[in-house]
């Protein structure tokens, strides 16, 4: 079957059980789990030879999964992007394209049923767990074959698949590889398939109906078991279509200057930004290595050299890890270097709950990790500065590798990628030689300092870019009330930029000790962290800890102007006017005359209504009240940014 297969795509295939044949009369799968594109899929086009060659039914199957690491709305809400352009662009080549959506009554085991049914099945290899796990259990079960295949490096993992201890050595074994790959066009596969008709083992998300109008994908997201805190990035849409239109607005206005301003985080447009399309497969390497190779400048030269060389080295690194996480990839001399500094003391220690809330004792690092939670990204020559403070702020090196790999996934948009491990490993010595003298805590790992990178950074002008404002909102959050759950929903807010203000009743709620039984996994995590790091379960504690740093307003300082109809209210404070973007509450009746005046205005456009009765008393939890409420806040804001209209993006018609 292999053997059947153009040079081109059977250098891409790995088998993983000892079925060589296709077997019955079932369809050609082809399982996508990281490779969201129709142009230039290999898995796409081994699928299609398959089926042409053994005259079998084909379709184009894509689940999306909620036990993928730190799955959240903003990962969730990329991939559903890519899913309304894959199913367009298949319709188009008359190829059948099915969608799975596990959620609350959607959580069928698909695979394995067509591990039983199937007469072929081909996914696209992410050597990750738990991906690789999900694959092999697959190939264990399956009646067919199965095969995974390469669709993310321009040099195959399996035609070399070997890790090197650096990269100038990965650069120099693979040149001739690599020479010959960019320099040919991806082979038009003209294959003529059937598409497979029968039934299936799910019942396929309505893509046109469901996904393409934001108000039913919404309704969609909330039955999923993912994490509502981690918000959308709202300006970036996901999919192939955009993908090929940002990079080719690159291509033509920015790979010339690529040289000269790549390490400058304070310009943004001196970088791609394109790192998130290639994790999730929207865009092909090899088109991207071929279009850039056709410039030839030193600046095309460079940017290959960080795509085909430094990514591609940590593909194939990892693809031939067993334990892809593990401090035991570290080199020699890095874990006797940590072993050596184990015992040093530390400076200050940091919770990792105040990390993740970007309250560290470095304004450079808190941007860092600012720009990770709002945006989903940080610059690459930050990345680097922002991972190697985790040592010094951490109790040890596994500490330190486990939380960097945790904050990079939870939120960069690029995260959860043999790329990202292969980043906070090299943060901790991979890929990298010994440093002398050795450095307290550092060892003889290569140290950066936080203050020497700010020195020779546009501090400002990298502040503002961080500091803006991602979401459609132009004035302040008043959030009436204090308990946990309010706090817990301005903390929310605060983080993710917004203006917020909240509005303490004139009694308190009753304290209580707050519970974590029968909750999502996110929120039991976050009440598990702040209770390590406060020491109590108390919930007015929780909630002034989650207030810290929030401006909070007696009910009597809450004054409101509505001199200018047509207009929203505004906040007086200070002689100064802020126009109020909403007004959040779990009981709109419990707010006094001019907030409720406030909520009704524009038929309650400005209202966000967490809840329907009030929350919390001495004796219980009310965690699945807390999950409604984060969850109704984070519609109204959904309904409040998605975009009405499709995103407009333009593509070039003739690409070589």
């Given at each position: 079957m292999i053997d059947r297969l153009p040079e081109h795509l059977a250098d891409r295939v790995r088998r993983l059980n000892d079925t060589e044949q296709p077997t019955g009369q079932g369809p050609v799968v082809v399982?996508?789990?990281?490779?969201?594109?129709?142009?230039?899929?290999?898995?796409?086009?081994?699928?299609?030879?398959?089926?042409?060659?053994?005259?079998?039914?084909?379709?184009?199957?894509?689940?999306?999964?909620?036990?993928?690491?730190?799955?959240?709305?903003?990962?969730?809400?990329?991939?559903?992007?890519a899913a309304v352009d894959m199913d367009d662009r298949c319709s188009k080549l008359g190829l059948r394209y099915a969608f799975h959506l596990a959620r609350e009554g959607h959580r069928p085991s698909v695979m394995r049923s067509f591990s039983e049914h199937a007469s072929c099945i081909i996914t696209d290899m992410f050597p990750l767990p738990p991906w690789t796990k999900w694959v092999r259990t697959i190939a264990k079960v399956s009646l067919c074959p199965v095969i995974d295949v390469d669709c993310h490096c321009v040099i195959p993992m399996p035609l070399y698949g070997k890790s090197v201890d650096r990269p100038f050595k990965f650069r120099n074994a693979t040149k001739k590889m690599r020479k010959r790959r960019v320099q040919a066009a991806w082979p038009v596969c003209d294959v003529k398939t059937r598409s497979y008709n029968g039934p299936l083992p799910f019942e396929p998300v309505d893509v046109q109906s469901e996904l393409k109008e934001p108000k039913e994908r919404f309704r969609l997201l909330r039955d999923c078991n993912i994490d509502p805190t981690v918000h959308p990035i709202?300006?970036?849409?996901?999919?192939?279509?955009?993908?090929?239109?940002k990079w080719q607005g690159f291509l033509s206005n920015g790979l010339n200057g690529y040289a000269r301003r790549r390490n400058n985080a304070a310009d943004p447009s001196g970088v791609s930004r394109l790192s998130y399309a290639f994790h999730y497969g929207f865009l092909s390497p090899m088109r991207v290595a071929r279009?850039?190779?056709?410039?030839?400048?030193?600046?095309?030269?460079?940017?290959?050299?960080?795509?085909?060389?430094?990514?591609?080295?940590a593909w194939h690194h990892i693809y031939s890890a067993s334990d892809p996480y593990s401090p035991s990839n570290l080199p020699d001399w890095a874990k006797e270097s940590w072993r050596s500094t184990s015992d040093d003391p530390r400076?200050?220690?940091?919770?990792?709950?105040?990390?993740?809330?970007?309250?560290?004792?470095?304004?450079?690092?808190?941007?860092?990790?600012?720009?990770?939670?709002?945006?989903?990204?940080?610059?690459?020559?930050?990345?680097?500065?922002?991972?190697?403070?985790?040592?010094?702020?951490?109790?040890?090196?596994?500490?330190?590798?486990?939380?960097?790999?945790?904050?990079?996934?939870?939120?960069?948009?690029?995260?959860?990628?043999?790329?990202?491990?292969v980043g906070v490993q090299w943060c901790h010595g991979l890929f990298d030689r010994p440093f002398f003298p050795s450095m307290p805590v550092m060892g003889v790992v290569r140290k950066r300092?936080?203050?020497?990178?700010?020195?020779?950074?546009?501090y400002e002008r990298y502040e503002?870019?961080?500091?803006?404002?991602?979401?459609?909102?132009?004035?302040?959050?008043?959030?009436?009330g204090y308990g946990v759950l309010e706090c817990l929903i301005a903390r929310i807010l605060h983080d993710h930029g917004f203006n917020v203000y909240i509005i303490q009743p004139e009694q308190y709620?009753?304290?209580?000790?707050l519970q974590a039984d029968g909750i999502s996994k996110w929120l039991a995590e976050r009440l598990a962290a702040i209770h390590d790091h406060i020491g109590t379960s108390s919930s007015q504690e929780i909630a002034s800890y989650l207030a810290n740093g929030i401006p909070v307003l007696n009910t009597g300082e809450v004054h409101i102007s509505d001199e200018h109809p047509g207009t929203s209210p505004s906040l007086i404070m200070n002689e100064h006017q802020q126009q109020i973007d909403c007004i959040v509450t779990i009981d709109p009746s419990s707010l006094n005359s001019s907030l409720q005046a406030v909520a009704e205005h524009d038929n309650g456009s400005l209202l966000c209504h967490l809840g329907s009765h009030a929350i919390g008393n001495k004796q219980g939890t009310y965690g699945s009240e807390i999950e409604t409420a984060v969850w109704n806040l984070?519609?109204?804001?959904?309904?409040k940014n998605v975009p009405k209209q499709p995103t407009s993006y333009s593509i070039q018609t003739k690409l070589i």
């Open positions: 399982w996508l789990k990281s490779s969201f594109r129709v142009d230039e899929n290999p898995a796409i086009d081994v699928g299609r030879h398959i089926a042409a060659t053994y005259d079998l039914p084909l379709v184009i199957y894509h689940g999306l999964d909620e036990r993928y690491p730190f799955a959240s709305l903003r990962h969730h809400n990329m991939i559903l992007d709202w300006q970036e849409r996901g999919g192939e279509g955009v993908a090929l239109s279009e850039a190779a056709a410039i030839g400048t030193k600046s095309a030269d460079k940017y290959l050299d960080e795509l085909l060389v430094f990514r591609e080295h400076a200050v220690l940091v919770h990792p709950e105040e990390l993740e809330h970007a309250k560290s004792p470095s304004d450079l690092w808190n941007l860092c990790q600012r720009s990770l939670f709002r945006h989903g990204e940080l610059h690459n020559n930050l990345r680097m500065t922002w991972g190697k403070a985790l040592p010094l702020w951490t109790s040890n090196l596994e500490t330190s590798l486990e939380l960097s790999q945790k904050l990079n996934d939870k939120y960069a948009l690029d995260g959860r990628d043999p790329s990202s491990v300092d936080l203050l020497t990178h700010s020195s020779r950074l546009d503002s870019h961080v500091n803006r404002m991602q979401a459609n909102s132009n004035g302040v959050f008043l959030v009436a709620s009753p304290d209580y000790e984070s519609e109204y804001l959904w309904r």
